[in-house]
């Protein structure tokens, strides 16, 4: 496995995105921020309180491009 991106939560936790395409992961309908493809990796991740939504993380399936969404 490669790392390939970090990304930040707060100064005591990070989050390691791992880029490894021989690991089966589901793909979903989402439009990517930087180039617009419409469809992309996801996975959930429980990254506050326990009684707070989890973090969707996307990567994009065309440029690999990876971003999240805070559930509401």
């Known amino acids: 496995m490669r790392v390939s991106q ?13 880029e ?4 089966p992961m589901p793909v ?5 921020p930087k180039c617009g493809n ?6 959930t991740l429980q990254t506050r309180r ?6 969707e993380f ?3 399936t065309s440029c690999k491009h990876t ?3 805070y559930g509401g």
């Open 38 to 43: 419409t469809d992309a990796y996801y996975w």
């Open 67 to 69: 971003w999240r969404y």
């Open 6 to 18: 970090n990304i930040e939560k707060s100064p005591h936790d990070k989050i390691v995105v791992v």
């Open 28 to 32: 979903t309908k989402a439009i990517c």
């Open 50 to 55: 326990g009684d707070e939504g989890a973090t």
């Open 58 to 60: 996307y990567r994009c």
């Open 20 to 23: 490894d395409d021989s690991i």
